[in-house]
T-cell receptor, first 113, second 116 residues
Framework: DTAVSQTPKYLVTQMGNDKSIKCEQN?????MYWYKQDSKKFLKIMFS???????INETVPNRFSPKSPDKAHLNLHINSLELGDSAVYFC????????????FGPGTRLTVL | AQSVAQPEDQVNVAEGNPLTVKCTYS??????LFWYVQYPNRGLQFLLK??????LVKGSYGFEAEFNKSQTSFHLKKPSALVSDSALYFC??????????????FGAGTRLFVKA
């Protein structure tokens, strides 16, 4: 069984469209994250939820909106996609907030044309 | 503010030789330090972490890292490199206190290339 899964794996879309990426973890963890990895492989935190509560909300455009319907799911919705949004987006989860190991999903490669 | 530096973009080593991937960090509170590995087109995988206790931490696939508080370093090491170790390695730090805002900061990554 996949511990942290994301769908879709690849997403190709036109500028201006709205899209969503879904993430699910079956590890029973309390905390989930969204990261963005750019073409130079820099990895940057975007959001973090702990027990469905938003804990980290980094400086990202408000076109990006996370939603956590329950502890096992953290989805990312992106409005009005721009060329610069092209990247690989990783979901991750951890048992708690501070000292715990993060488990990463396989990533979603988003390409905006 | 916390930060982490990986001074080498790439490390090249021959199979069977020891390898070191360097990492230095800066935090205001106690550091929680991690190493992750990323293979092509995959997510990051956890290798090892230092939270407290023994400065030498052993992890997956024969890797280990040494926490050095005076030098604020957490270098990743392996006694004998394998070709299959070739991947992108990330060092990460989290401030153990609330000053870090529960964020994990990742280094820029070091590409390890092991030649047969």
């Amino acid at each position: 069984d996949t511990a942290v899964s994301q769908t879709p794996k690849y997403l190709v879309t036109q500028m201006g469209n709205d899209k969503s990426i879904k993430c699910e973890q079956n590890l029973g963890h309390d905390t989930m994250y969204w990261y963005k990895q750019d073409s130079k492989k820099f990895l940057k935190i975007m959001f973090s939820y702990n027990n469905k509560e938003l804990i980290i909300n980094e400086t990202v455009p408000n076109r990006f909106s996370p939603k956590s319907p329950d502890k096992a799911h953290l989805n990312l919705h992106i409005n009005s996609l721009e060329l610069g949004d092209s990247a690989v987006y990783f979901c991750a989860s951890s048992e708690g907030l501070v000292s715990d190991t993060q488990y990463f999903g396989p990533g979603t490669r988003l390409t905006v044309l | 503010a916390q930060s982490v530096a990986q001074p080498e973009d790439q490390v090249n080593v021959a199979e069977g030789n020891p390898l070191t991937v360097k990492c230095t960090y800066s935090v205001s509170g106690n550091p929680y330090l991690f190493w992750y590995v990323q293979y092509p087109n995959r997510g990051l995988q956890f290798l090892l972490k230092y939270i407290t206790g023994d400065n030498l931490v052993k992890g997956s696939y024969g890797f280990e890292a040494e926490f050095n508080k005076s030098q604020t370093s957490f270098h990743l090491k392996k006694p004998s490199a394998l070709v299959s170790d070739s991947a992108l390695y990330f060092c990460a730090v989290r401030d153990g206190g609330r000053a870090g805002g529960f964020k994990t900061i990742f280094g820029a990554g070091t590409r390890l290339f092991v030649k047969a």
